[in-house]
């Protein structure tokens, strides 16, 4: 044990200071001594685009650096806290500064660890520093510790998550008040939930980002984002809402990582989960994680996955753990024995789907949707149709039992083709949890 007489504060230069960097000085507003860390910590300079942008708390204090590659090389900077966001450009300079001078760094930045993590485990683990980004994923929850080293005496099998606290909104938000994606993505950028230019959520790489983290801690891989299948919410109608709750699921935008003994598939998409799965019922804002292990057996956490308060105290924790001395390899094993995910070719997965056909209403349509279904060998598991008053065409839903996804595609693309059928077919998953 450290001697209390030995302890001296550790300067903590922060990089940023949007959401996250606002949530963790605002802690210590008032309040300079780092209580999560004991008070071992204090904070030693700032770094952000704007100086004098308004803040809730008062930097006038605080020594200041314009460029933050600096403030990661200054040497009152003990530990470097990167909240700048983005896979590249500043933020990866100064984190790689930092590591190169010898410096811990925490970071919340999922994107940087997602496309670069495995160069910066190497050379954080050449220099013999920690690297550690508990609030890059899940915010507030402690997924990457749980997954990292809580879980790492078991082999994990799977991991789905609703990792996106933007999208899960907009879809609940939908289902509640039975309007458009379009209306409900306008009315949180509003509210300031969502980016203005809010691609990186609705368009599944946010999650993504955060998925590919949790495979690589979880199956002992190098993060491979680009082996990652992404599909976001921008095409989640109101109606498939509706049907799917009819024929008893919910849509979600899952992440989700399996690995087989062929290797492993990444990916992101809107998905059916039965109406009574714990991530159906994890509503709002909310991020939902459920995890299967060869002896856990099922893990199912759910907390708020953003915000200032809750990412800064994942961010504390880490903190924390630099000053306590907490050492391991930055994923599941030395970065020079990391190699990337294989994927699994996801044409070969076998799974259930749903599909929305819309088609004239006359007769013989089903018959011909149902043929075509049945000479690919898709077989229906259950139909619905809805009648429309006044529409061209009616919507018909069916799910199917499970089935090749090369199979289903192939023989949605030949239905896609009957006269019948008046618009572009609609194709979701259903979880296989
Ligand atoms: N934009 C993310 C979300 C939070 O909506 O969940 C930060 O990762």
Redesign the pocket.
């Known amino acids: 044990m450290m001697d209390l007489e030995d302890r001296k504060p550790w300067g903590v230069g922060v990089a940023g200071l949007g959401t996250v960097g606002a949530g963790l000085l605002s802690f210590l507003d008032g309040n300079p001594a780092f209580a999560p860390a004991g008070g071992l910590a204090y904070v030693s300079g700032v770094s952000a685009r704007s100086r004098s942008r308004p803040r809730p708390f008062d930097i006038s204090g605080l020594p200041w650096f314009d460029d933050p590659v600096a403030l990661a090389q200054a040497d009152s900077t003990e530990i470097f806290v990167e909240l700048i966001g983005g896979s590249d450009g500043p933020a990866k300079a100064a984190v790689e500064a930092a590591l190169k001078a010898g410096k811990p760094v925490v970071t ?1 930045n ?1 994107a940087l660890i997602a496309e670069h993590g495995a160069e910066l485990a190497a050379l954080a683990e050449e220099m013999d520093v920690p690297l550690l980004f508990e609030a ?1 994923v899940m ?1 507030g929850v402690p997924a990457v510790k749980m997954v990292r080293e809580a879980l790492v005496g078991d082999e994990i099998h799977s991991i789905s998550g609703i ?7 907009i879809l609940t938000e939908m289902e509640a008040t039975g309007r458009s994606f379009a209306d409900v993505l306008s009315e949180a950028q509003r509210l300031g ?3 203005a230019d809010p691609t ?2 609705v368009g599944g790489f ?2 993504a980002h ?1 998925i590919t983290i949790l495979a690589a801690l979880a199956f002992g891989c190098a993060p491979t984002f680009g082996a990652a299948e992404i599909e976001g919410i921008e095409q989640v109608e109101l109606l498939d809402i509706r049907m799917a709750k009819d024929l008893g699921y919910r849509i979600k935008l899952v992440a989700s990582a399996e690995r087989s003994m062929h290797g492993a598939l990444v990916r992101v998409h809107p998905t059916l989960a039965p109406l009574d799965h714990p991530l159906a019922r994890a509503g709002g ?1 909310l ?1 939902a994680l459920f995890i299967e292990g060869e002896r856990i057996g099922r893990i199912f956490v759910q907390g708020p ?3 200032a308060g809750p ?1 800064a105290a994942a961010v504390a924790a880490d903190i924390a753990d630099v000053i306590a001395g907490a050492r391991r390899p930055v994923f599941q094993a030395p970065a020079d024995t990391l190699a990337p995910f294989d994927p699994i070719d996801p044409s070969k997965m076998l799974g259930r789907a749903y599909l929305r056909f819309l088609v004239r209403d006359e007769p013989g349509v089903i018959a011909a949707v149902s043929e075509t279904l049945a000479e690919a060998g898709v077989s229906i598991e259950s139909f619905l149709q809805k009648p429309t008053e006044g529409a061209q065409g009616v919507p018909i839903v069916l799910t199917t039992h499970a089935v090749a996804e090369s199979v289903l595609t192939a023989a949605v693309e030949r239905i896609a083709g009957l006269p019948a059928v008046l618009d572009r077919p609609r194709l979701l998953r259903i979880a296989r949890i």
Do not use: Q, R, S, W
């Open positions: 919340a999922k890059a915010g990792l996106n606290g933007t999208c899960n909104y939930y969502a980016e990186m959520d946010d999650a955060k804002a991020n996955g953003a915000g990412t």
